[in-house]
């Protein structure tokens, strides 16, 4: 075949020439994909407890540091808290455990609180909304009154 293309060559070649697609076949059809948005974070909201291994490190994370002034590294930190955390006994795990369960008690009667507002504050948000239904109603056919009046002086 001399002086010919052969079939794989005009293949690459057409490749080359055709026009690439960006996108999803469901973008280049018009629609969109459902964007699945994260929910806003509310500032009100209790923050979740320390698990006693976290209670553990904010202890031994000061003592590390006054063995190891010079350490400046995070990740040596938390090995070395990690391996400490996992030869301890039960028993010495005890009052580390015990105070998780405290700060878990107290962030459940926060919880609690926080959603009993929560739940109050939709009632009363869901109150207001019809009330302004009301309202708006009630502005809007004033508007249009006081625009036909407005046309009649008009043309008076």
Same mark, same amino acid.
């Given at each position: 075949m001399k002086g010919g293309k052969s079939k794989a060559e005009t293949k690459k070649t057409d490749s080359k020439l055709s026009v690439k697609r960006k996108g999803t076949a469901t973008e280049r059809a018009g629609k969109k994909p459902a964007k699945k948005e994260k929910p806003v974070k509310d500032p009100n909201k209790p923050k979740r407890p320390a698990s006693a291994f976290f209670v553990f490190m904010e202890e031994f994370r000061k003592t590390f540091k006054e063995k190891h002034p010079n350490n400046k590294s995070v990740s040596v930190v938390g090995k070395a808290g990690g391996d400490k955390w996992k030869s301890l006994s039960e028993a010495e795990k005890a009052p580390f455990v015990a105070k998780a369960? /405290?700060? /878990?008690t107290e962030y459940n009667k926060n919880l609690q609180a926080y959603n009993k507002r929560q739940a109050e504050g939709a009632d009363a948000a869901e109150a =207001?909304? =019809?009330?302004? /239904?009301s309202k708006s109603e009630v502005h809007d056919d @004033? @508007? @249009? &009154?006081d &625009?036909?009046? &407005? &046309? =009649? @002086?008009d043309d008076e």
């Open positions: 369960e /405290k700060r /878990k =207001e909304d =019809e009330s302004d /239904k @004033d @508007d @249009d &009154e &625009e036909s009046g &407005e &046309e =009649e @002086d």
